[in-house]
């Protein structure tokens, strides 16, 4: 008869607030679950992250600085390279040579989460990407890691570089846009935002990878 | 007066037109000094994506990344928030201040070799199947070109790299936040690595987890079941509670768990 169990929750919704509510009712679960046999339950929080607030002033910039430099020129060796990869990708949408182009500006929701994602609550934040994989290949991969090793992600990283600092530069030399930045943000967050933290009061997990 | 005032409009444009004449754009200046440096970021970035560091371990990454902003003149405070590989470096004075993220930590299991075909470096290894290290050096080399233009252009203004431990699971920089390093900052940029360019106006789902555990009392199971109270139990009917909750929750709801 075991003594001791354990279940691990991870639960997740476009809205922190709603997010919290919901929360709250796999919690009454628990709760309900150790009255009715006879257990007790004690939980503890390994992570929360807030959803991304998107900043639309913010990306116009970034978007008009990757359209200034272009996309990625594969070499002879690059393409041969991405093309083997490609054979291993099995479907995918995104086709080959995409890695020239800058795609329009990206909206809507992104069906994952990010840390980045409380920043973007106290700070207006903005985030792009370049291509550093062979197109169609998805993140957490093996492809990811072969291509981001050589000479493809590295032209997808000095790339990325130049539009960081450009849009940097950009901002430093108007304040204006910053204000429109900062504005359109407050409008986003609503007037009575407070920012807390889904992982309430725990000291990071120096260990979990342990 | 009018005339005054038009002379004196006329006299500042040709001043502007002038210097800026004289003077590289500031967007030509930065794209000049990350390709002057262009080997050195690459060498770097290899150096990470070989460390192949997991969240909060990210020692050598962190310290490779913290001894470039070091050089290059940033002052840089580590172990912030209670996280020993967190830093943040900066550079300049004064407003605005325009931070640049950087993340270095990799995943566990997803050792690879620079093949276009499947060969795992090392035996359960870890690998950069994110991209951390191109992140981490990215970011790195851009704020290093922005000090450089702040410093020869005199302009006010800060310039910092956050350097975000453990992005993979361990939500470094909600710590960093709660701790307040970002509370003077104005403008945060970020990029990620990816397989195309655009630039990224996307919301994403907020997400939150724990560890529930449970607690019963022991006993023999067939000499006397009835003194025992099974901690299996617990998990058991929270569990079941919870499949049935998912009919009444909102519909892009996702609720995901595994009994560890």
Redesign the interface.
Same mark, same amino acid.
């Given at each position: 008869?075991?003594?001791?169990?354990?279940?691990?929750?991870?639960?997740?919704?476009?809205?922190?607030e709603? $997010?919290?509510e919901?929360?709250e009712?796999?919690a009454q679960?628990?709760r309900?679950?150790?009255m009715?046999?006879?257990?007790?339950?004690?939980?503890?929080?390994?992570?929360?992250?807030?959803?991304?607030?998107?900043?639309?002033t913010?990306?116009?910039v970034?978007?008009a600085?990757?359209e200034?430099?272009g996309?990625?020129r594969y070499s002879p060796e690059e393409q041969a390279?991405?093309e083997?990869?490609r054979e291993?990708l099995g479907r995918v949408d995104?086709p080959l040579g995409?890695?020239k182009?800058?795609?329009?500006?990206?909206?809507?929701?992104?069906?994952?989460?990010?840390?980045?994602?409380?920043?973007?609550w106290?700070?207006?934040?903005?985030?792009?990407?370049?291509?550093?994989?062979?197109?169609?290949?998805?993140?957490?991969?093996?492809q990811?890691?072969?291509a981001?090793?050589?000479s493809i992600?590295?032209k997808?990283? $000095?790339?990325?570089?130049?539009?960081?600092?450009?849009?940097?530069?950009?901002?430093?030399?108007d304040?204006a846009r910053?204000q429109e930045?900062?504005a359109e943000w407050q409008e986003r967050r609503g007037p009575d935002f407070q920012?807390v933290?889904?992982?309430g009061d725990r000291?990071?997990?120096?260990?979990?990878?342990? | 007066m009018s005339k005054c005032i038009f002379r004196m409009a006329l006299s500042v444009t040709c001043l502007l037109v002038t210097t800026a004449g004289l003077a590289q754009q500031p967007t030509d200046f930065v794209q000049q000094a990350i390709d002057d440096h262009a080997a050195r970021y690459n060498d770097m970035a290899l150096q990470l994506w070989d460390f192949a560091e997991l969240g909060y371990q990210e020692e050598r990454s962190t310290a490779l990344l913290q001894m470039q902003l070091k050089e290059a003149g940033f002052e840089v405070a580590a172990g912030v928030a209670g996280m020993p590989t967190a830093f943040v470096a900066s550079y300049g004075n004064g407003q605005p201040v325009i931070a640049i993220l950087a993340e270095f930590d990799a995943l566990p299991g997803l050792s690879q070799a620079t093949t276009p075909f499947r060969q795992v470096r090392e035996e359960g290894g870890s690998g950069h199947a994110c991209g951390h290290h191109l992140f981490g050096t990215a970011s790195t080399a851009a704020a290093i070109a922005v000090k450089d233009w702040l410093a020869s252009s005199g302009g006010t203004g800060t310039v910092r790299l956050y350097g975000t431990p453990a992005e993979e699971g361990g939500s470094g920089k909600v710590y960093m936040v709660r701790a307040g390093l970002f509370d003077d900052v104005d403008v945060v940029l970020s990029w990620h690595p990816g397989d195309q360019n655009y630039a990224d106006s996307q919301t994403t789902l907020s997400n939150k987890s724990a560890k529930f555990r449970f607690q019963g009392v022991s006993a023999h199971a067939a000499r006397a079941p009835e003194r025992g109270r099974s901690a299996l139990d617990g998990v058991e009917a929270m569990n079941h509670m919870v499949n049935l909750l998912r009919e009444h929750v909102p519909q892009e709801t996702r609720i995901h768990y595994v009994i560890t």
């Open positions: 008869m075991p003594e001791t169990a354990e279940v691990y929750y991870y639960v997740r919704h476009p809205s922190a709603r $997010l919290s919901i929360w009712r796999v679960a628990a309900g679950a150790a009715g046999t006879g257990t007790t339950v004690d939980w503890e929080i390994i992570h929360g992250n807030h959803s991304k607030l998107p900043n639309l913010l990306a116009r970034v978007h600085n990757l200034r430099l996309g990625l390279f991405a083997k990869i291993t995104i995409s890695e182009e800058i795609q329009p500006i990206k909206e809507g929701i992104h069906m994952g989460s990010t840390d980045e994602g409380d920043v973007s106290v700070v207006p934040t903005v985030r792009f990407r370049t291509a550093t994989w062979v197109p169609g290949t998805s993140s957490h991969t093996w990811a890691v072969a981001g090793g050589m992600g590295l997808g990283m $000095l790339l990325a570089a130049k539009v960081l600092a450009m849009t940097a530069t950009d901002l430093f030399s304040p910053i930045a900062q920012y933290p889904l992982l000291d990071p997990p120096l260990d979990y990878r342990q | -």
